[in-house]
């Protein structure tokens, strides 16, 4: 009786598991993604950036200040 109750439980961790690591792949693509964009822009010399301002300002993030990122 406990040992499948245990394999259940087993079965539901590895179900969530997997989901977590699909969802970790689809949001390091779209990371690639974006940052490739943003990449772009930023070797474009007609481009104008602004600094983020704030607490991450010390990151060194840019926001593309006329084009719309998608």
Do not use: C
């Not at 490739?36 to 200040?65: E, I, R, Y």
């Amino acid at each position: 009786m406990y040992l499948l109750q245990i394999q259940t439980d087993l079965q539901y961790i590895e179900e969530d598991i997997n989901s977590v690591e699909k969802k970790r792949i689809e949001l390091s693509r779209a990371n690639d993604r974006f940052s490739l964009k943003l990449g772009m822009f930023a070797d474009d010399p007609n481009s104008k950036f602004v600094t983020q301002s704030g607490p991450n300002a010390s990151k060194k993030k840019w926001v593309h200040a006329q084009v719309r990122i998608f």
